[in-house]
């Protein structure tokens, strides 16, 4: 019935609930999981879309289920907003709609391309690889967000994730389409839907069956600073926030020389962790790496700076590495800017400036491996650079991954959680263990498989301590990047072209095949 207002006077209300639709959807996102509500809402968008009169309303209905999903997805951005509302309170009604509008269009995608296939199972699977191949678009159009993608839904335990060292978190979000419009199909369907459950129980309990093999002798210090954004950048806060983070580096060293005094310690610090420069400012990196062991190792995210005539000409958001005498071993510089936080698009066009330098930051070379004394070699990922799928290692294969983030910005909110959501399944994808220091939590080191070794939750202060896990074999997707989910696209469409076709083309003037 819902889908006859597509063309009489209900027509908006048609749209309001496909917008509604798609906001629900979002319960199936980290961190609440409600899987089964994809049940109902990703069947009555492909119904409603496969029922639509015109392709364009299709399109309006895929368009206001994606715009519901992602502003329900992403209500959490308006807490960036609120750390500065006396400046940019006329933004909290439209900043999350605003961003949403266009991440929603992706979803016209689908809507669209399922009414070219023919009913039944082409057309479940004509929707299903569409869907994915959007989210692969979104990953890289426009500076790429790969943010909440489909197959996330899934990363509530390792369990339910291992899927993704053969297929990419691309592939689960294919099979979770196909797994949602199942039902849609019978008791075949069902029996599919089951079937594929089944599958990936087995696998799961396949890849985590064996035991993890010896850690590195490295004891890792995770310092959580629980920093609020809004006193980050005070003068009055500075000296109060760094001494913070040496007495609590201080704890952890000693921490970790009781329980492990044969190891060699590694200290991480969260994104911009330090108020001082600290590749900059000699007596700055002095102090910090004062509690340092011999052989230990400090790496802190710090803004760097290069100057000219006493004052900063460019500015990039880097980690730095600092030997126990604060000398400089090594530095990477995040390389994928977040657009309006760390610069202005179309700058000069715009009435506002939202970044908080006058500066925007300089994008850093791209990723490089990273060899320290002592240490595997490392990748190292700033903030949401651990979100893009297959573009989170170098060519050289490394020992594991960090990432040191600053999730301030958005408060006791479900943003952490996806965040560390798209985290946990690039250590999966890779095969790597993942070091994950963030400024108000979830900081947490996860194992090549995905399973959590140790952690601290939000708005704590302290350390996680925790040996270095090794890194595993090369998975299917470390070795073929996303080689393996654009063959499944390529897979799923082909199939429902090619379905359609037999189901439609005349056979001695009869329609060959059956319809559903």
Avoid at 89 to 105: D, E, N, R, T
Avoid at 322 to 340: C, E, Q
Wanted: charged share 15%; with cysteine.
């Amino acid at each position: 019935a819902l889908t006859r207002r597509l063309s009489g006077p209900g027509f908006w209300r048609a749209l309001a609930t496909a917008f509604g639709l798609g906001a629900v959807s979002a319960l199936a996102l980290p961190p609440v999981h409600m899987l089964p509500v994809l049940l109902l809402t990703l069947p009555a968008l492909f119904i409603m879309a496969g029922e639509a009169p015109t392709a364009r309303r299709a399109a309006l209905v895929g368009l206001f289920w994606g715009w519901g999903f992602h502003v329900a997805g992403l209500h959490w951005l308006t807490n960036a907003i609120l750390t500065e509302v006396e400046r940019y309170w006329w933004l909290v009604p439209i900043a999350v709609p605003a961003l949403a509008l266009p991440l929603g269009a992706f979803t016209v995608i689908p809507a669209l391309a399922m009414r070219f296939a023919a009913p039944g199972w082409p057309r479940v699977l004509a929707f299903a690889g569409a869907w994915t191949a959007a989210e692969m678009l979104r990953g890289v159009l426009f500076t790429g967000f790969p943010w909440n993608l489909l197959g996330t839904v899934w990363a509530f335990g390792a369990l339910p994730i291992q899927a993704a060292a053969w297929i990419g978190v691309h592939g689960l979000s294919l099979v979770t389409a196909l797994l949602a419009l199942a039902p849609l199909l019978g008791r075949r369907g069902w029996a599919a839907m089951g079937g594929t459950l089944a599958l990936f129980v087995a696998f799961g309990l396949a890849r985590l069956w064996p035991e993890e093999p010896e850690p590195h002798p490295v004891a890792v210090v995770l310092v959580q600073g629980n920093v609020a954004q809004e006193a980050k950048w005070r003068e009055d806060t500075r000296w109060p926030i760094f001494r913070r983070y040496i007495e609590q580096t201080e704890f952890g060293v000693r921490l970790a020389q009781e329980q492990a005094p044969d190891s060699r310690v590694l200290v991480v610090w969260p994104e911009t962790a330090s108020p001082f420069l600290l590749a900059n400012d000699a007596e700055a990196a002095r102090l910090a790496t004062q509690p340092l062991p011999p052989g230990g190792t400090l790496i802190a995210g710090t803004v760097r700076a290069e100057f000219e005539g006493g004052r900063a000409r460019r500015v990039w958001n880097s980690m730095v590495a600092l030997d126990p005498d604060g000398r400089l071993l090594a530095t990477v510089d995040k390389t994928h800017l977040v657009p309006f936080g760390e610069y202005m698009p179309l700058r000069g066009l715009l009435p506002v400036r939202l970044t908080q330098s006058n500066l925007d930051f300089t994008a850093g070379p791209g990723l490089e491996p990273v060899s320290l004394p002592g240490l595997p070699s490392f990748a190292g990922l700033i903030c949401y650079e651990v979100i893009f799928p297959g573009a989170v290692t170098p060519r050289e294969r490394v020992g594991f991954l960090l990432n040191i983030t600053n999730d301030a910005w958005f408060g006791i909110s479900a943003g952490p959680w996806q965040h560390l959501a798209a985290a946990r399944l690039r250590a999966v994808e890779e095969g790597l263990p993942l070091l994950r220091a963030a400024q108000t939590g979830i900081s947490i080191v996860i194992d090549a498989r995905g399973r959590t070794v140790a952690s601290m939750g939000l708005a704590q202060t302290g350390v996680v301590l925790s040996p270095l896990p090794r890194a595993g074999p090369p998975t299917p997707v470390a070795s073929t990047g996303l080689g393996i989910p654009l063959g499944l696209i390529a897979l799923a469409l082909g199939f429902a072209v090619m379905s359609s076709r037999r189901r439609i083309e005349p056979t001695g003037g009869r329609m060959s095949g059956k319809s559903s």
